[in-house]
């Protein structure tokens, strides 16, 4: 794999580069498309605590916001999931999509930017 993964990595990268961008607001819509992966990144790298990640593609371990939601929601259970069971609440990361990248832009708002500023730092947390 010329790409090796490492859901650690790709959340605190993703971080970054939407802190970089995020406080000039000239591409807001590209630093909120980043702060939704890094929240997913984040999410799916805790997740694997909870559920092995499959071989193939599959699972909640491969979706996106906001079918990873509901994702969360149909695969954890117990007392042990209660840390991921926040970011399966309908108001995480809610609006964002991964249809983003191909939109106009115009569509993300400063209050909306923010408000995925604060959710991706929720998910960032679970790093720690």
């Known amino acids: 794999m010329p790409h090796p993964q490492s859901m650690y ?13 995020q406080p000039h607001n000239q591409v807001p819509a590209v ?11 984040a999410i799916k790298y805790r997740l694997r605590d909870y559920i092995p990640a499959p071989a193939e593609r599959g699972g909640p371990h491969y979706e996106h916001f906001p079918k990873l939601r509901a994702a969360l929601k149909d695969s954890l259970e ?17 609006d964002w999509d991964i249809l ?13 930017l923010a408000r995925w500023r604060e959710n ?9």
């Not at 117990?78 to 809610?94: C, I, K, Q, V, W």
């Not at 983003?100 to 909306?112: K, N, Q």
């Open 120 to 128: 991706a730092r929720a998910a960032l947390e679970v790093l720690e």
């Open 31 to 41: 630093a909120g498309y980043l702060y939704g992966f890094a929240a997913e990144c």
């Open 78 to 94: 117990g007392r042990g999931a209660t840390e991921l069971m926040r970011f399966a609440e309908d108001s995480f990361m809610h």
């Open 9 to 21: 990595k790709a959340a605190n990268r993703n971080w970054s580069a939407a802190e970089k961008l």
């Open 100 to 112: 983003i990248r191909y939109s106009d832009g115009t569509g993300v708002t400063p209050a909306l």
